[in-house]
């Protein structure tokens, strides 16, 4: 049976799910009917990240039952340490999550079981070894030693523990739990839809993770959010921003439908699949980069960040997506421009999971191609072609 071809599948319903809806006309993000905003101001990642998986805000006792387990499940196998002190210094920190993720599954005592008690095992275990395996690589990468994981406290402020190899400030850790809960999960984005496609054919849950990360990484995904910072470092002055933005629009409106869709001749951070008005990630973001920024002395960027948004707005109707405040962040705490989609990948691996783990109860996923080549013809022999 003939079904519409729809490009790029845009606006079209793939799967079932009832774990995140965005409403794109509204601007509203919900993670089990509760608002993203509301997660954000109240909520740990840890308390969401039941909520993905478990479809309830977690009462006091299964909170500290899903903390303690994640906690534990902290420490990197040796043999992945290992494995990552060989990769190339010059590895992008996705690249080599990519490549970790991969080994660490060789290890896991679950790898071939796509059961659901030990696809749940294996959702805690990488949702605690990502952030991990994110700040080891960035240490081995500068010549220092991978810092043991702490034995308490929340996955988020362990990252900054384990990234920087001291604890972070608590307006740092709370900063980066909201982060955390602000990317856990999107609904059916490219990453996320690559996770189920990989479900769906019944594959183990690194296999789809890894799927997951590569996907990530193009700059029409998780990949802009580190275009953002760039950007913003090159206008390098407020009183920049408006003319270099002028500039680049004017530049692409003399381009070909074909220029003009390239990753590099786009502004990073603004336009989105689904949201026709900002991203209401974005307002939160935000209100958190001015604070960071106010604290640690990088007003100079918000400021030329604010300028973008308020000329993008003018000028364009593109709303702003996740991408572009969140870099204004990681600016702030002093976190490396090339790990900023590596900590989207720390929190989205608990929305990935949920979906995985909704996914093996759905069927294979197997669309169609509206063909364009050729219609049916002879074969010609190897000696007969010219
Ligand atoms: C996210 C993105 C891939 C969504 O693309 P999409 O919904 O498929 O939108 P389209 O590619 O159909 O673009 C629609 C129009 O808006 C323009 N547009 C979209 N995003 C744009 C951007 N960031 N800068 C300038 N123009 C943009 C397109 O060029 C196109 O106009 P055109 O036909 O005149 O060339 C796209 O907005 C983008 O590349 N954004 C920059 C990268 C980014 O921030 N990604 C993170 C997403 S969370």
């Not at 534990?72 to 920190?93: C, D, F, G, I, N």
Request: hydrophobic share 40%; with cysteine.
């Amino acid at each position: 049976m003939a079904v519409e071809f729809k490009a790029g599948l845009k606006d079209v319903i793939a799967v079932n799910s009832s774990i995140c809806t965005v409403d794109g006309e509204a601007g509203k993000l919900y993670y089990r009917g509760y608002s993203i905003t509301d997660l954000a101001r109240y909520a740990t990642y840890e308390e969401v990240v039941h909520l993905l998986w478990q479809g309830e805000l977690p009462t006091r006792t299964q909170l500290e039952t899903l903390t303690a387990q994640l906690i534990q499940a902290r420490p990197l196998p040796e043999p992945v340490l290992a494995s990552m002190r060989t990769y190339p210094k010059t590895a992008h920190a996705l690249e080599a999550l990519r490549t970790a993720v991969s080994v660490v599954g060789l290890y896991d005592p679950d790898a071939h079981s796509t059961a659901p008690d030990a696809t749940l095992r294996k959702a805690v275990r990488l949702t605690a070894q990502i952030p991990v395996m994110v700040g080891a690589w960035h240490r081995l990468r500068q010549g220092a030693a991978p810092v043991a994981p702490r034995g308490e406290g929340p996955t988020a402020e362990n990252f900054l523990h384990v990234l920087a190899g001291k604890p972070p400030s608590a307006v740092a850790a709370r900063t980066m739990d909201m982060i955390f809960v602000l990317h856990a999960d999107h609904e059916i984005n490219a990453s996320t839809f690559a996770t189920r496609v990989a479900i769906a054919t019944f594959t183990d849950l690194h296999s789809a993770i890894v799927a997951a990360i590569g996907t990530l990484k193009g700059p029409r995904h998780g990949g802009a959010n580190e275009d953002v910072l760039a950007m913003l470092l090159e206008i390098g002055d407020p009183g920049n921003a408006e003319q270099y933005i002028q500039r680049r629009l004017l530049a692409r409106a003399q381009m070909s439908h074909e220029e003009r869709a390239k990753p590099e001749n786009r502004i990073p951070g603004f336009g989105h699949p689904v949201y026709k008005v900002d991203d209401p990630r974005a307002g939160v973001l935000r209100e958190m980069a001015r604070q960071v920024s106010q604290e640690a002395g990088t007003m100079k960027l918000f400021d030329t960040a604010t300028k973008v948004y308020e000329t993008m707005h003018r000028e364009t109707d593109l709303p702003v997506n996740v991408d572009f405040f969140s870099a204004v962040v990681y600016y702030a705490l002093g976190i490396p421009i090339d790990l900023c989609t590596s900590i989207f990948a720390s929190a989205r691996i608990s929305g990935w999971c949920a979906h995985a783990m909704e996914q093996y109860h759905d069927r294979l996923i197997r669309p169609r191609a509206h063909y364009t080549g050729p219609p049916p013809r002879a074969f010609v022999p190897l000696k007969e072609r010219q």
